[in-house]
Each structure stands twice: as structure tokens, then as C-alpha cells.
């Protein structure tokens, strides 16, 4: 169904034109009529002559549209001559008229939006890959088609403002990414952008409003039931609100850093590995300090405020909150002042405190709480909110010990969950583990790939995404283990550089870390990490049985019906 | 009472009986059949055409067709009539005049559907 927005432009080119059009033939229809009945100059037999329709039209087909071969077929009588050139006259303002109608119409807003918008709907229905649907191209939005780019999917963006749209047709993605200027919390603008198409694989909504995110949450559970949602939001009872109804994915970036933050100061390995399965590709992670124990000075008792203040007071560390007015659970100690200035920081004891969080909605004032903090005592543990992305070299100068950008975290979030479904059971392991394996199997694993983020991919062993393991195990042929499997198809069959993180079976709980001995069976999910290399050639392997033949024996089997007939000849002959 | 429809029924229906008038007569006798006449009713055909444009409905698209139909029947009467008083030479013989006007009559039957949707979309309506 391409919708009624869609079949609409030639109809209503159509019906703009039909005013001009009627003038046209009209004016056309009198020309030509007045000319065949105009007396003519005498012939040969002396009888005035008159031009036919023929001649008429001929003549009125090459004047009226200025191109003027002359006066044919004979020259024109003078009472010719003159109709000629009332009806030259006539139709320069029939054209002019017609053209200035065109024109105007081709600027004509409404006309122009319903090219692009089918424009659009034609893009969306030839999209012949999995392709995620975007609303709202903000910053996270930005970051996570860039990601998504480079991971090789598709998106398709729904944004309300005209000048992001237009941003985004300048940006260099290597695949088109088809864009609408709509409001994504129309239920209509979201099927049109193929909310229900087969090849849809997400919606993720990003808009900076929560009610429109609540109604892309709501027309999605209802509309495409199936389908993963994300949904950003801002205020505690939005969040409420999409639990309410099923939404499985509710991102809110304060409490997604207070649990990171947590997670930090309970066991800062865990939190790097996170950080490091978690980035945007083509980035690297670099170790922080771990957050100290003692006495932490807060600015800003907003939302994030107050996230932070749970993290931190749950880790037995209290909190010292500077802001202008006193918290509304007044259970902790509260400086009035902005943090901006000496006084207000002096009285919240920063000389002998552990640690500062910048908390307030405004970017120069976390700057500069920070820096004035800073020298007071510098040895301070920094943590500091970034609220525009804009502000990046700023924050790069002063590198805080912890920045916390909103739309990098939502971003790390949507790509863990959409790309790979098996990371989020893997990373609740690691939450919940002790200190001491997250921060071997860092170790580990950052030794081996680097601290460049790597690619996490998850492989699904069925007919699908392993087709040549797949009729091998069926024919039982082979059973594989992990460690024979994952060998590079090259002389000499060295390992991969990549590790298996996780193995889902069905009827098991989930068997974290694998070991190399373990046998596959049809059926299992596993998680892998390791280098992009790695990644295509186990593809290769997934896919091609005689590569899976060579890794799996060391030996090239001959390809073709001849050569596999010659070799199975070879070793009947062999064995007799 | 509705301008923009007295106008669309007076070219539909004008259209239709201008043609009728240019078919009726001997098939063979160019006296019967009158050069200005044709010329109006292509003309008037046109414009009904036009007129049609930007209708969305159903009838409205049969509309547009059976106009589509009589417009290219007429314009290829008016082609070979002037093929043969102008390019063949022969001038308007018995055989030529007979095409004119069956060509002509084809364009009547589908101005004749398209007066029979007006009639019928009018009684749809009851108002």
C-alpha cells in the first residue's frame, strides 16, 4: 500500500494545470479557426484564397511557440496579417500565464513536499536489505547512523527539522540512507517508512521529545509487535509509561551513567570491559583512574544529580551537593551557591575531598567548575557532564577523569542491543562478576586484540548464518569443537584472532566463556569477539564447505563432479 | 446548483453532440460532413479532457479514459483527412471520407459512455 501522501503528485500536478491547459487550447482553437476563415490574397484563377486547417495548424505550430519559418504556404493578405498578429499576441499571454503557473508551482511548498515524500516511500519500498528505522536525527541520532554505517546496515531517518534532514543528505555515508522531514510520532509517517516492512530489523526512537518517543513506542508495540524498540527517555514517569506497555528497550542516559558509574567504583575492570565490548567502532578506549574512596562535592541536583548521588551514597561514599536551591529529600548536606566561584566550593570541603561531579545542564558552568576545583586541590577525581556534543574540544582539554555525553551513551547502547542480541546476557555477566575474573579476562582479552574497541559479532549455527557447518553436522560428516573451528583457512591453520564470549544452547543456561574443547551442536547462538579480519574469515568458513574442509582437516578436497569422482576412485582403489 | 458542474456536463455533453452531428449523414459523402465541424468537436474534446484531470475516484479515471479514447479517434480523423487533401494528392475520395467518419464514429462511442457516466454518477448521488 504506498498511502495516499504517496500517488498524489501527479494529481496534483494535474489539477494545477488544468486552468493553463484549457487557456492554451483555447487560445490555440481561436487562432487556428480565425486564420482558415481570414480572406487570403487572389490566386492564379483570381478567387481569394483561404488556408486550410492544414496549413493553420502548420503555421500556428511554429508561431505560437516561436520558432517563425515565415508566412507559408504563400505570402499573407493584409487582413491575414492582421488576425497573425492579434493571435501572435494572444498566445505570448497564454504561454506566460501557463509557465508562470508551472513555476509557481514547482516552488510551491506543498508540491515540493510530496516529491520528496514519495521520493522517499519509493526509496523505502526498493530497500531489499535489513535496514533499522532512525526517528529523530540529533546528535545520537548522528552517532548511531555513522555506526551503523560502518557496521554495514542500513537506516532509514524520520526527523522533524528540515535543516538536519538537509545535514544529512551532505553527510558521506557509504550507503544511502533514505530521510523524511516528518513528525515520527504520526503512526501513518512511521508505516510509510516502512515500520511493518519485512526487512525492517529495529525502530529506535531519539527524538528530543518524550511524548513523541511514548508514540513511536505505542505504534510500535501495536503496529509491528515483533519488531525490537528503543526508546530514549528523559523523565522518570515516561519511563514508567513504556514499561507499562511492553517496551523492552527504554534508554534513559543519567541512569544508564549512574549505573556505569556504580559499576566504576564497585569494580572498575567490569566497567572497562563494558566500555570496551560496548564503543563505537573505530574508536579506542582509554584506561581511566579508578574512582576513589572518600568524600565526594556534587554541583547541579537535577535528574543526573540525583542518579549520581544514589550511585555514590550506595557505595558508602557521601556526597557534598552544591546548587542554588536545597535538594527536596533533604537528607544530605547542601551548600547554597552555583560551584562556579571559590566560596560555595571552599564550604563544601573540596581541599580534602575525593572527588567533584559537575552535574548542571550548562556546559560552561561544569567547565568551570571543574577547573576552579581543580586547582584547589588537584589530585580530584573529575566527573563531568557534557550536555552538547558541539563542546567536545573543551572537554578533550581538560580531560576529566570521567565525561559522561548523553547522546554517546544512548548511542553504545542502541548498537549493543540491535547488533548483537547476545552481548546484553554477556555484559549482565559481567556486571554481576567478581572483580578479579572481569579484570583477568581484561587483561586477557586487551593483550590479544589491543585497546581499540573490537568487533563483537554473534553467530547463530543453522542453515541461515552457517550453512556449510550446518550440512555437515547434519550428515554427520563432522562434530567440530570451538577451538577446531576457529582457525584461520591459511597454510598452516593458525588460530583466529577471536574469542568466544558466550554460548547460548537451547534448555541451558547460558555457558559464559567457552572453552576451546567444546563441542557445537546444531543450533547454538555463540557471541565472539575479536579482530574484523578474524570475523570474515570465519564467514568464510560459515559459508564455504570446502573452506570448512580445509580448516577442519588441513587438507584441500578437490572441488567439481570430475575431480571429486577421480578422487573417490583414488581411495576405493587405496582401500582395496 | 454547482458552477464548476454545469460547466463539466455543457463540455461533456457538447463534446458528444458535436460530434454526433459531424457522424450523421452518408458515411461516403463529404458534403454531408462539415470540416468546421470536426474542428469544433476536437477542440470541445479537448477541453473536456483537461477538465477531467485531478479526479481521483474510480469514475473519475473512466472519465478520463473514454475522453483519452475520443481525442485520439478524432485526432487521427482530422490526420487523415488532411493527409489526403494535403500529402496524398488524391484529395477527399469515397474510401478516405468513410474512414474519416468511422473514425469518427468510434470517438461518438466513447463520448456516448462518457455522457452515460456523467447521467449515472448524477443519479448516484440524489441530491
Known amino acids: ?576 | 446548483m454547482n458552477l464548476e458542474k454545469v460547466i463539466f456536463g455543457f463540455f461533456i455533453v457538447l463534446a458528444a453532440t458535436l460530434n454526433f452531428g459531424f457522424f450523421i449523414g452518408d458515411i461516403d459523402n463529404p458534403a454531408h460532413h462539415d470540416l468546421y465541424e470536426l474542428f469544433a468537436a476536437i477542440v470541445v474534446n479537448l477541453i473536456a479532457t483537461v477538465l477531467k484531470f485531478g479526479d481521483r475516484t474510480q469514475i473519475g479515471a473512466i472519465h478520463l479514459a473514454t475522453s483519452l479514447v475520443a481525442d485520439l479517434q478524432l485526432l487521427a480523423a482530422a490526420m487523415t483527412w488532411g493527409y489526403a487533401a494535403h500529402v496524398a494528392g488524391t484529395g477527399l475520395t469515397e474510401g478516405v471520407m468513410s474512414s474519416i467518419v468511422s473514425l469518427s464514429g468510434g470517438a461518438l462511442f466513447a463520448n456516448v459512455v462518457s455522457v452515460v457516466i456523467l447521467i449515472a454518477e448524477t443519479i448516484m448521488q440524489r441530491r
Not at chain 1, 520528496?116 to 541520532?141: I, K, P, S, W
Not at chain 1, 559479532?457 to 550440512?471: E, H, K, T
Open chain 1, 1 to 576: 500500500m504506498p498511502g495516499p501522501a504517496a500517488t498524489s503528485t501527479i494529481f496534483l500536478v494535474l489539477r494545477r494545470l488544468r486552468t493553463p491547459l484549457i487557456v492554451l487550447i483555447t487560445i490555440f482553437a481561436i487562432s487556428v479557426l480565425g486564420l482558415t476563415l481570414v480572406p487570403g490574397p487572389p490566386g492564379a484563377d483570381g478567387v481569394l484564397q483561404r488556408l486550410s486547417f492544414f496549413h493553420a495548424v502548420y503555421f500556428f505550430s511554429y508561431t505560437a511557440t516561436t520558432i517563425g519559418f515565415g508566412e507559408i504556404p504563400y505570402a499573407f493578405s493584409e487582413q491575414q496579417r492582421l488576425w497573425v498578429t492579434f493571435s501572435i499576441y494572444l498566445s505570448v499571454v497564454g504561454w506566460a500565464y501557463t509557465l508562470g503557473t508551472v513555476f509557481a508551482m514547482l516552488q510551491d511548498k506543498t508540491f515540493i513536499s510530496a516529491v520528496a515524500m514519495q521520493r522517499f516511500v519509493r526509496q523505502v519500498r526498493r530497500l531489499r536489505e535489513h535496514f533499522f528505522l532512525v526517528c529523530g536525527y540529533g546528535e545520537t541520532g548522528r552517532l548511531l547512523c555513522k555506526a551503523l554505517d560502518e557496521m554495514g546496515y542500513r537506516a532509514v531517518v524520520i526527523e522533524k527539522d528540515e535543516a538536519k534532514v538537509g545535514e544529512l543528505e551532505l553527510q558521506s555515508y557509504s550507503a544511502d540512507m533514505p530521510a523524511l522531514c516528518a513528525d515520527a510520532g504520526d503512526p501513518e509517517t512511521l508505516l510509510v517508512a516502512g515500520l511493518n516492512s519485512k526487512y525492517c530489523r529495529g525502530v529506535i526512537a531519539l527524538t528530543n521529545d518524550d511524548s513523541t518517543n511514548l508514540a513511536i513506542a505505542i505504534a510500535a508495540r501495536l503496529l509491528a509487535p515483533s519488531l525490537t524498540a528503543l526508546c530514549r527517555a528523559k523523565h522518570a514517569d515516561t519511563v514508567a509509561n513504556m514499561a507499562s506497555f511492553g517496551t523492552r528497550h527504554i534508554i534513559n542516559p543519567f541512569d544508564k551513567f549512574g549505573e556505569y558509574m556504580a559499576l566504576a567504583i564497585h569494580s572498575p575492570s567490569a566497567y572497562h570491559l563494558l566500555l570496551w565490548l560496548t564503543g563505537l567502532p573505530g574508536t579506542t578506549v582509554t584506561r581511566h583512574r579508578d574512582p576513589p574512596s572518600g568524600k565526594w562535592v556534587l554541583c547541579g541536583y537535577g535528574s543526573f544529580g540525583k542518579v549520581m548521588t544514589q550511585a555514590l551514597e550506595s557505595a558508602a561514599m557521601p556526597v557534598t551537593i552544591i546548587d542554588r536551591a536545597p535538594p527536596e529529600d533533604g537528607t544530605y548536606t547542601w551548600i547554597k551557591g552555583d560551584g562556579t566561584g571559590h566560596a560555595a566550593l571552599a564550604a563544601a570541603g573540596i581541599e580534602d575531598a575525593a572527588g567533584i561531579v559537575a552535574a548542571t545542564g550548562s556546559d560552561v558552568n561544569n567547565l568551570s567548575i571543574v577547573v576552579t576545583a581543580h586547582q584547589m586541590n588537584p589530585q580530584l577525581f573529575t566527573v563531568l557532564r557534557q550536555n552538547q556534543v558541539a563542546n567536545r574540544a573543551l572537554f578533550d582539554a581538560f580531560e576529566s577523569d570521567f565525561t559522561m555525553v548523553p547522546s554517546e551513551i544512548i548511542a553504545h547502547e542502541c548498537l549493543a542491543i540491535l547488533t548483537t542480541p547476545l552481548l546484553a546476557p554477556f555484559l549482565q555477566a559481567v556486571r554481576t562478576s567478581e572483580e578479579h575474573w572481569a579484570e583477568q579476562l581484561l587483561a586477557d582479552l586487551t593483550s590479544r586484540f589491543g585497546w581499540d574497541v573490537p568487533s563483537v559479532w554473534s553467530v547463530s549455527f543453522n542453515l541461515v548464518q552457517a550453512p556449510s557447518v550446518y550440512r555437515k553436522m547434519m550428515r554427520h560428516e563432522a562434530c567440530p569443537t570451538l577451538g577446531e573451528l576457529l582457525r584461520a583457512p591459511v597454510t598452516g591453520r593458525p588460530q583466529l584472532h577471536c574469542r568466544p564470549l558466550l554460548l547460548l544452547r537451547e534448555g541451558n543456561a547460558p555457558l559464559v566463556l567457552p572453552g576451546e574443547g567444546e563441542p557445537l551442536q546444531l543450533g547454538d547462538q555463540l557471541l565472539f569477539v575479536g579482530r574484523e579480519e578474524a570475523r570474515k574469515e570465519l564467514n568464510l568458513t560459515l559459508f564455504n564447505s570446502h573452506t570448512l574442509d580445509y580448516v577442519l582437516t588441513g587438507k584441500d578436497a578437490p572441488g567439481g563432479t570430475v575431480w571429486e569422482w577421480l578422487a573417490r576412485r583414488r581411495a576405493t582403489a587405496r582401500t582395496r
